[in-house]
C-alpha cells in the first residue's frame, strides 16, 4: 500500500518524500539533509526546517535539531531554484468525471522532475482544475508530445491505471525520421529487442543476447526525399522504447539527442523538437464497458507534403 503524504498539494505541487539513513555520521535529520543536497545552501535548506515546513509521516515537524535515527522518511516541498519558463500551452482534448485527456507540448514534462516544478503538465492542470487529485495515469518523456490521461479522482483512478498495466490500452504513435544513406527499410515491421534501464540512465541498453521484452510494429506512412513519415505501434512500453527501436533499424527521429548517438547537453531549440507524437489511444472503459478513443489534435511539423 503507498504511504499516504503527510502534507497537502500546496499551488498544484504535491510533497516530496525523502528516506533518511537510521545511522551514519550524522548528528542530524538536518545534517545528513544538507549533505545529501550540497549543492543548494545549507542556510535555505535549514530555514526549511526553522519554518516546520519539513514534516515525518504522522505530520509532527522535524527540526534542525530532530536527531538522525528516529524517521526513516520525511516530506518537504521542493523549490527548485531558477526553474525555466516553458511557453507551450496544454491543451484539453477531454473531460468527463473520471477522466482528463490533454494534448502535452514538446519540452513540457508530464510530471514534476530535474529543474521543473511549476512548468510540469500536472501542475498547470492541478492549479487550471483546482484539484489536488488530478493524477496522471502514464506519462510521456519531455521530449514527446501528444495525448495524456488523467485520472480526476481516486475512487476510479485504479480501474484506468490497470488498462496499461495489463496492456489494455491500444496506443498509436507518430514520428519523422531520417532515411538512411542504405535506403529506405522495409517497412511495415515488427521491432523486438531486450531494453533496460537504471535510475538517472540517460539512454535505454540494448542486449542483444537475452529475449525481447520490448516490440514495435512500424509502418510507412508517407516517404520523402531524405525523411519519412512512420505509425508505431508499441506492444510494450520501455523507456525510450520508440526512439530505440527507430534508431536500430535506421531510422533516428528528428530532432533526438539520444538516439541513435547520445549528443550533448544544449537548451531546448523550439526549431527543432524531436519529432515524436503520441497520436491516439483506445480502450474499453472499464467503468461502462463501451469503447473509447482520443486522438491529438498536434501535428509533426517536419512530416513530409505529398
Do not use: C
Not at 514534462?109 to 492541478?126: D, K
Not at 508530445?145 to 495489463?166: E, K, N
Not at 510494450?236 to 536500430?248: F, P, S, Y
Request: net charge neutral.
Amino acid at each position: 500500500m503507498a504511504m499516504r503524504a503527510p502534507l497537502p498539494v500546496r499551488d498544484g505541487v504535491g510533497p516530496t518524500r525523502l528516506r533518511v539513513p537510521r545511522t551514519g555520521p550524522w548528528e542530524t535529520v538536518a545534517d545528513y539533509v544538507t549533505e545529501r543536497f550540497s549543492h543548494i545552501d545549507p542556510e535555505i535548506l535549514l530555514s526549511r526546517f526553522d519554518r516546520g515546513e519539513v514534516v515525518a509521516v504522522d505530520g509532527s515537524v522535524i527540526t534542525r535539531r530532530t536527531p538522525l535515527g528516529v524517521e526513516d522518511f520525511i516530506w518537504y516541498y521542493r523549490e527548485p531554484p531558477d526553474e525555466p519558463a516553458i511557453p507551450y500551452e496544454v491543451m484539453v482534448r477531454h473531460v468527463d468525471d473520471d477522466l482528463l485527456v490533454v494534448d502535452k507540448p514538446h519540452f513540457l514534462p508530464t510530471t514534476p522532475g530535474g529543474g521543473f516544478l511549476q512548468n510540469s503538465a500536472l501542475v498547470r492542470l492541478r492549479r487550471e482544475f483546482d484539484n489536488p487529485d488530478l493524477t496522471p495515469i502514464h506519462r510521456l518523456d519531455r521530449a514527446t508530445a501528444g495525448l495524456v490521461m488523467f485520472s480526476i479522482r481516486p475512487a476510479t483512478r485504479g480501474a484506468y491505471q490497470s488498462l496499461f498495466a495489463d496492456r489494455a490500452v491500444e496506443k498509436v504513435y507518430e514520428a519523422v525520421t531520417t532515411i538512411p544513406e542504405t535506403g529506405m527499410p522495409e517497412l511495415p515491421r515488427v521491432v523486438r529487442s531486450h531494453l533496460t534501464s537504471t535510475r538517472g540512465s540517460l539512454r535505454a541498453v540494448v542486449h542483444e543476447d537475452r529475449e525481447p521484452n520490448a516490440e514495435t510494429r512500424v509502418e510507412a506512412i508517407r516517404v520523402g526525399a531524405t525523411t519519412a513519415h512512420v505509425r508505431l505501434h508499441p506492444r510494450t512500453g520501455r523507456m525510450h522504447q520508440l526512439r530505440a527501436h527507430l534508431a536500430g533499424i535506421g531510422l533516428g527521429i528528428l530532432g533526438d539527442r539520444f538516439y541513435p548517438d547520445l549528443l550533448d547537453e544544449a537548451p531546448d531549440d523550439p526549431a527543432r523538437p524531436l519529432q515524436l507524437l503520441a497520436r491516439e489511444l483506445r480502450f474499453v472503459d472499464p467503468l461502462s464497458g463501451t469503447p473509447r478513443e482520443f486522438t491529438t489534435g498536434l501535428t509533426l511539423r517536419e512530416a513530409p507534403r505529398v
